[in-house]
């Protein structure tokens, strides 16, 4: 993949192959780029590869690009041998700020000034992982996945007070040359936007749960028949503009702004105690039955590939023009 004005990114280091750093490596390697892991928790290699293979049907499925195989990844466990010669690091370490400070200002002094160094972090902001680094912070940049990365499209790209809009602007051309749908945020914010977004969802869902106006199982349906369908298609503001008629966003908000804020006043602010955490896990419990963890998985990601499939036939589809 390259970039306009930029050597080609076609070497990726990734730091850390949990959960999230194993998915950024499938989908590197799908991208035809070639890979190098690294991690220090033992049997990291076994588990990765274990990860990517599984990860390949769906990806192939998707469709890989010229070149892409998954005999591109390399493991290494030394960090400085790893990151040698990379054009991007993907870093997935733990959500430790001391940890990130660290590692931030040793790969600042190891790498090239223009190699980006993304972090995938969800919680902590870029202006405290790079207030170390002394050489070359305005390369370092929040590049937030959603899990799981090799398939959900979503990038959050949120720069430092010392972020470089260059920087933005090479890690946002990038993600979208691999396929990614990129957001910006122009202020950094505890959780970015999309897991700020779950959250004020999840305090609403707890709350009903914990007052007994609802089931676990029924509140899940009410989202994942309801409102998930849309959401799935187009944004919250957009369905706004449709949810007006043919007076769009404008009739909407003069006609439902009054009981929309009335809702708001009434809307819960629960406490996460051990009864209700149980009431949360029994009904979870009862609404999964005899489902493992790995069925329910690929349940969703049946379901989420054809969506994708779907949305990607139809982002390709040539449009109608109205006659004049």
Request: net charge negative.
């Amino acid at each position: 993949m390259t970039m306009s004005d930029n050597k080609p990114i076609q070497k990726i280091a990734i730091i850390g192959t949990g959960v999230i750093g194993a998915s950024w490596a499938a989908q590197f390697l799908a991208k035809g780029m070639d890979v190098v892991a690294t991690d220090v928790a033992p049997d990291a290699e076994v588990s990765l590869r274990r990860f990517v293979k599984a990860a390949w049907p769906a990806l192939k499925r998707l469709g890989l690009a010229p070149g892409a195989s998954q005999s591109r990844l390399a493991f290494c466990p030394d960090l400085r041998t790893a990151v040698t010669g990379a054009d991007l690091v993907q870093e997935n370490g733990p959500e430790r700020i001391d940890f990130k400070k660290k590692l931030y200002r040793e790969l600042d002094e190891l790498l090239p000034a223009d190699v980006i160094i993304a972090s995938s972090s969800s919680g902590l902001t870029m202006s405290e992982i790079q207030s170390d680094c002394r050489l070359h912070p305005e390369r370092c940049v929040i590049g937030h996945p959603f899990n799981p990365p090799h398939l959900i499209p979503l990038v959050e790209i949120v720069g430092g007070a010392k972020t470089s809009e260059e920087t933005i602007r090479r890690a946002t051309e990038f993600y979208t040359s691999i396929g990614k749908q990129t957001v910006r945020l122009n202020k950094e914010v505890p959780g970015h936007v999309a897991n700020r977004l779950q959250a004020a969802l999840a305090r609403e869902v707890y709350y009903l749960v914990d007052e007994g106006v609802v089931s676990v199982a029924d509140v899940d349906t009410a989202l994942s028949w309801g409102p998930g369908l849309r959401w799935g298609i187009m944004g919250n503001v957009m369905l706004n503009h449709l949810g007006g008629g043919a007076g769009g966003i404008e009739h909407m908000l003069q006609q439902f702004t009054g009981p929309l804020m009335a809702w708001w006043k009434v809307l819960g602010s629960p406490t996460l105690t051990p009864e209700l955490q149980k009431k949360l896990i029994d009904g979870v419990h009862a609404e999964v039955g005899s489902r493992t963890i790995e069925e329910l998985e690929a349940e969703r990601d049946e379901i989420l590939l054809g969506l994708l499939e779907l949305r990607t036939r139809r982002a390709d589809a040539p449009r109608e023009v109205a006659a004049e």
